[in-house]
């Protein structure tokens, strides 16, 4: 599929919202001015090559995506995704920057924030810590990947944690400083394993203690 990339088939806004920044496409490719900019020209090098071609004759471009979303953002528009709805047709017509596509709106009403990039102060595999200031309430997102286990706090309480534009997580926050904390914990998780090992092992116990009595029955 590298040489079939065709930039001005692609949603734009879903790329900005995955935080696209980057795409390697054969010369001359025409593409949406306002938002990609050639960055560098090359060509592959002698020991390598695509099936078909002869090494060190294929060029390429870097383009790089100047309207990119951030990884962590606050907007304060809600689209609710309402029940049996096709969620990817309702993601592809939301504009990421001024809205986010949730299953419940838990801010209450009234004037929202507007877009504004949040700060990402640490990044590890388990725990990420975001911090922004905000005059009116907005949902804080981040582009990383819902998956359950993850939970968040805001400036050391327990926050709502949702999942938002149907693969990245979001969290309600009202007007002040905010240093939210996403962690993942696999405490609960873990403990319901040993206990369905334990209940896995139990049951297999009395099918194998059955077995013996009706043998000997």
Same mark, same amino acid.
């Given at each position: 599929g590298f040489e079939a990339l065709d930039l001005r088939g692609l949603h734009q806004p879903l790329l900005d919202l995955l935080g696209v920044r980057y795409a390697v496409v054969r010369p001359a490719t025409a593409v949406d001015r306002e938002s990609w900019r050639l960055v560098q020209r090359g060509r592959v090098a002698a020991p390598l090559a695509l099936r078909g071609r002869t090494p060190g004759q294929f060029e390429y471009w870097i383009l790089e995506n100047r309207t990119a979303l951030p990884r962590a953002f606050v907007v304060g528009d809600v689209r609710i995704l309402r029940t049996g709805e096709d969620a990817s047709h309702a993601l592809t017509e939301l504009d990421p920057r *001024?809205? $986010?596509? $949730? #299953?419940? @709106? /838990? /801010? +209450? #009403? +009234? %004037?929202?924030? @507007?877009?504004? %990039? #949040?700060?990402? /102060?640490?990044? *590890? #595999?388990? *725990? $990420?810590?975001?911090e922004v200031t905000l005059q009116r309430p907005g949902y804080l997102v981040l582009t990383d990947t819902w998956y359950p286990g993850w939970t968040a706090e805001d400036n050391g309480q327990a926050a709502a944690l949702l999942p938002a534009n149907l693969v990245c997580r979001a969290v309600p926050l009202g007007p002040g400083h905010h240093v939210v904390v996403f962690r993942y914990g696999w405490s609960g998780y873990l403990g319901g394993m040993i206990l369905s090992a334990l209940a896995l092992v139990f049951a297999i116990r009395v099918m194998i203690r059955q077995k013996r009595i009706s043998k000997t029955a």
């Open positions: *001024r809205t $986010v596509l $949730v #299953a419940k @709106d /838990l /801010l +209450g #009403a +009234g %004037p929202r924030s @507007d877009f504004q %990039p #949040a700060s990402i /102060l640490e990044y *590890r #595999a388990n *725990r $990420v810590t975001v």
